[in-house]
C-alpha cells in the first residue's frame, strides 16, 4: 500500500494482491469479498472522506462493488499504516 500526499488531501493505492490478503486474513475473514483480487484507487480530502475512487483502473468497476467493505478496507489500511507503524 502507498499513501501519497497532495495539495487537498491524500490518494491510497492498495494492489490486488493487498486486497486478497487483506479479504482472506484468519483473524477477520471477508468472505463475500467484490475488492479480493482488485486494485483500489481512492482520493481522501484532508479529513479522510472519500472524494473518488477506482477498482482496477475504472471508476465505474463492473458488477457490485460493497461500500461498506471498501469503507473498512481503507479504514484498516490507513490505520495500519499510521497507528500499526508506530
Not at 8 to 31: C, D, H, K, M, Q
Not at 43 to 61: A, C, Q, V, W, Y
Amino acid at each position: 500500500m502507498r499513501i501519497e500526499a497532495g495539495k487537498g488531501g491524500y490518494t491510497v493505492l492498495i494492489s490486488a494482491r493487498e486486497t486478497t490478503e487483506w479479504a482472506n486474513r484468519a483473524e477477520a475473514v471477508w468472505p463475500c469479498s467484490t475488492l479480493r483480487g482488485r486494485r483500489i484507487r481512492a482520493e481522501l480530502d484532508r479529513s479522510g472522506n472519500l472524494i473518488d475512487f477506482k477498482i482496477d483502473g475504472f471508476r465505474r468497476p463492473a458488477g457490485n462493488t460493497d461500500l461498506h467493505e471498501l469503507e473498512t478496507l481503507l479504514n484498516d489500511f490507513i490505520r495500519e499504516r499510521f497507528v500499526g507503524g508506530l
